[in-house]
């Protein structure tokens, strides 16, 4: 049924199919749940034994055997805020020290759309208004749906505007009412000059993208992220200047 989501949930692989096993058939005792999970039974002792441990398994004892039933599959979710308190515990000491051993000036490659999801989450973290260059709406990207409403939502929150410079083509295909999912003000591009690339600017980081379309990100996507205050000044110049050359107003 769905081991493998109990192996994402951070059960062992035997772990994860005798939980199974005993969600789909019910309560049983160690010889038939090793044959109905096929797992074989020293190990299915084992497994047994670190899921009663990790409260997910409770003994019922019996005059002949054991049966062994299980807790209700809820007991993840209380497991999973435990886990997530303690790192946000422990997360202001971590994070102090990532930043203190990162140079002032580097360049880093991501890639595909967890290397998009590690940027925004950069973005994020500098709290930053974001200024794009030759955008693409490739945050409206299907695959990207759940992390991109999170992100506008934090967007919101921290106040941080996002001003883009959209690829001409982006006007026929994405409405003003999906624009402002992605951008809180926005111009277009002239004609002639849309590429499969962008940049955005926020902070102290200059990132680079290629293998884009309208709404879409390639899955061999590239970004360079590249961190230097001097550079992201100079780019947020250059970026004004485009803007200011754009005729018309700001959308919203």
């Given at each position: 049924m769905s081991a493998s989501l109990f192996e994402e949930l951070g059960l062992s692989p035997n772990e994860a199919k005798i939980y199974d096993t005993l969600i789909t058939y019910g309560g049983s005792g160690v010889s038939t749940i090793a044959l109905r999970a096929k797992v074989h039974r020293s190990n299915a002792y084992d497994a047994l034994r670190r899921l009663i441990e990790k409260g997910m398994v409770h003994e019922v004892l019996g005059q002949r055997?054991?049966?062994?039933?299980?807790?209700?599959?809820?007991?993840?979710?209380?497991?999973?805020?435990?886990?997530?308190?303690?790192?946000?515990?422990?997360?202001?000491?971590?994070?102090?020290?990532?930043?203190?051993?990162?140079?002032?000036?580097?360049?880093?490659?991501?890639?595909?759309?967890?290397?998009?999801?590690?940027?925004?989450?950069?973005?994020?973290?500098?709290?930053?208004?974001?200024?794009?260059l030759g955008g693409k709406c490739a945050w409206l990207d299907p695959r990207l749906k759940s992390f991109t409403e999170h992100f506008s939502k934090e967007m919101r929150k921290r106040k941080m505007q996002k001003l883009s410079l959209f690829d001409v083509s982006v006007k026929d295909q994405c409405?003003?009412?999906?624009?402002?999912?992605?951008?809180?003000?926005?111009?277009?591009?002239?004609?002639?000059?849309?590429?499969?690339?962008?940049?955005?600017?926020?902070?102290?980081?200059?990132?680079?993208?290629?293998?884009?379309?309208?709404?879409?990100?390639?899955?061999?996507?590239?970004?360079?992220?590249?961190?230097?205050?001097?550079?992201?000044?100079?780019?947020?110049?250059?970026?004004?200047?485009?803007?200011?050359?754009?005729?018309?107003?700001?959308?919203?």
């Amino acid at each position: 049924m769905s081991a493998s989501l109990f192996e994402e949930l951070g059960l062992s692989p035997n772990e994860a199919k005798i939980y199974d096993t005993l969600i789909t058939y019910g309560g049983s005792g160690v010889s038939t749940i090793a044959l109905r999970a096929k797992v074989h039974r020293s190990n299915a002792y084992d497994a047994l034994r670190r899921l009663i441990e990790k409260g997910m398994v409770h003994e019922v004892l019996g005059q002949r055997e054991t049966i062994y039933e299980p807790v209700d599959p809820v007991k993840f979710k209380e497991l999973l805020a435990e886990k997530m308190q303690k790192f946000e515990d422990a997360l202001p000491q971590m994070a102090r020290h990532f930043l203190s051993h990162r140079t002032a000036e580097r360049v880093s490659v991501y890639r595909g759309l967890e290397g998009v999801k590690n940027y925004m989450r950069l973005a994020l973290q500098t709290g930053e208004d974001i200024f794009t260059l030759g955008g693409k709406c490739a945050w409206l990207d299907p695959r990207l749906k759940s992390f991109t409403e999170h992100f506008s939502k934090e967007m919101r929150k921290r106040k941080m505007q996002k001003l883009s410079l959209f690829d001409v083509s982006v006007k026929d295909q994405c409405p003003a009412s999906m624009l402002r999912t992605v951008a809180t003000q926005w111009k277009f591009l002239p004609e002639g000059h849309a590429t499969h690339s962008a940049v955005d600017v926020f902070g102290g980081y200059v990132v680079t993208f290629t293998g884009m379309d309208v709404q879409k990100l390639g899955d061999d996507l590239t970004l360079f992220v590249l961190a230097s205050e001097d550079l992201a000044e100079d780019f947020r110049a250059w970026w004004n200047l485009i803007w200011d050359l754009m005729p018309g107003k700001a959308r919203k």
